[in-house]
C-alpha cells in the first residue's frame, strides 16, 4: 500500500509564494510518474503539474504555466510543487498522486494513489 503526505498549505496573499511536498512511503517511488491535483469548492478536481519519474519531463495546466514548477528528489521519495505569483483562482485543496504506469498522465484517472490534500488559500 502506497501512502502519500502532503504538507506546506496554507494561507497566503495575492502575489506570494508556497511550496507544497509530497512524501510518499515505498521502495518504488523513482518507478512512477507523479502529479499534482487541485479541487476548488463547488468545481472538478483538475490537473496541476506531473512529472516524469526521472523528473526529465513536466507538463502543466495552462492555468499555472509560468508561475509553478513542479520537481521531485527521488532519493527523498518527495515531489514538490513550487508554486509563485500566486492568484485567488489557485485557492483549493492540492492533492499529490502516484501515477498508475511510468506515463505523465494530465487526467485523474492515470493516477491510481492519493494523498489527503493540503488547503491553499489566497486572499486578494
Known amino acids: 500500500q502506497v501512502q502519500l503526505v502532503e504538507s506546506g498549505g496554507g494561507l497566503v496573499q495575492a502575489g506570494g509564494s508556497l511550496r507544497l511536498s509530497c512524501v510518499a512511503s515505498g521502495r518504488t517511488f523513482s518507478n512512477y510518474a507523479m502529479g499534482w491535483f487541485r479541487q476548488a469548492p463547488g468545481k472538478e478536481r483538475e490537473f496541476v503539474a506531473g512529472?516524469?519519474?526521472?523528473?526529465?519531463?513536466?507538463y502543466y495546466a495552462d492555468s499555472v504555466k509560468g508561475r509553478f514548477t513542479i520537481s521531485r528528489d527521488n532519493g527523498k521519495n518527495t515531489v514538490y510543487l513550487q508554486m509563485n505569483s500566486l492568484k485567488a483562482d489557485d485557492t483549493a485543496v492540492y492533492y499529490c498522486?502516484?501515477?498508475?504506469?511510468?506515463?505523465?498522465?494530465?487526467?485523474?484517472?492515470?493516477?491510481?494513489?492519493w494523498g489527503q490534500g493540503t488547503q491553499v488559500t489566497v486572499s486578494s
Open positions: 512529472i516524469s519519474r526521472g523528473g526529465t519531463t513536466t
Open positions: 498522486a502516484r501515477g498508475s504506469s511510468i506515463v505523465v498522465g494530465t487526467v485523474a484517472s492515470s493516477y491510481d494513489y
